[in-house]
């Protein structure tokens, strides 16, 4: 009896879909890589160049330029594509035009007779993953989206520079729409064993103000990668491969991603940026951290800012 081997596919290979799967390729995190793209040849030139530096990966990873009938035997399709916000077009106008997007691949994916886990980072990943779940028909446990999780990588690599710190060793959550109203849980991050707000008011070396500009930084983080670079793509790829490597080793590991919230956190009905524990069966379930009351008013104002926005569109179940 043969195994079978874990096949991911990832739908769009701009720069972050191509970073996701050069991840997952360097790390040897999946069997078998399909890449589809509305260029085909960009598809190909990608799985081709792939292919060229497999032999000095961990191990070598199947990788070709396929369509949407390789999805049947996905164990993973990762939905990346989509357009960007440009300075002319607001918030709405992406929703709108990424919806459509989405919804054209969703319908595509599940003909195939695809019954795996979606994972997305097309952006605003909030509502892309909630409108994937509305269209694909699968259980919320196997729709996740990247969520906070780039966010909270940023927040605590800079809490880590901040303290001298390895990062590692630090606990705390960027949560809320991955966008200008998420927020930092500060009131569970913790050094160690130690509550960060009691390090900084306990040692004159520190004070909150620095901590509040980092936690400025980490929500306009792209913006200032993009003025040096244009856009971002390596830190959303890793992400997107730490996730994919906890549903196929069954980690149990807890990340902030895009989750449903049935009651969770007081909400109902929304997909946001929250600690979540993942394993093989996708979104295993929900971790609700202690929010002082401060961050619950947060958190309640990012959530009504994300379902104006899908009120506009219709697409909540409300």
Known sequence: MVNKVNRVVVIGTGFVGSSYAYALVNQAITEELVLIDMNSERAEGEAMDLNHGKLYSPSPTKVWQGDYS????????????????????????????????????????????????????????????????????????????????????RYLFMLGEYFNVDARSINGYIIGEHGDSQLAALSTTTIGNKSLLDIVNS?????????????????????????????????????????????????????????????????NDIYVGVPAIINRQGLREIVEIDLNTDEKEKLASSINILKSVMDQLLITNN
């Open 70 to 153: 390789d999805c049947k035997d996905a164990d993973i399709v990762c939905i990346t594509a989509g357009v960007s916000q440009s300075e002319e077009e607001t918030r709405l106008t992406v929703v709108e035009k990424n919806t459509k997007i989405v919804k054209s691949i969703v319908e595509k994916v599940m003909d195939s007779g695809f019954d795996g886990i979606f994972i997305i980072a097309t952006n605003p990943v909030d509502i892309i993953t909630y409108v994937t779940w509305k269209f694909s028909g699968l259980p919320k446990e196997r729709v996740i989206g990247s969520g906070t999780l780039l966010d909270t990588a």
């Open 203 to 267: 040692n004159s070396k520190y004070n909150v103000e620095d901590i509040e500009n980092i936690v400025v930084n980490v929500r306009d983080a792209a913006i200032h990668i993009a003025e040096r670079k244009g856009s971002t793509y390596y830190g959303i790829g890793i992400g997107l491969a730490k996730l994919t490597k906890a549903i196929f080793k069954n980690e149990n590991a807890i990340l902030p991603v895009s989750a449903y919230l049935g009651g969770e956190y007081g909400h």
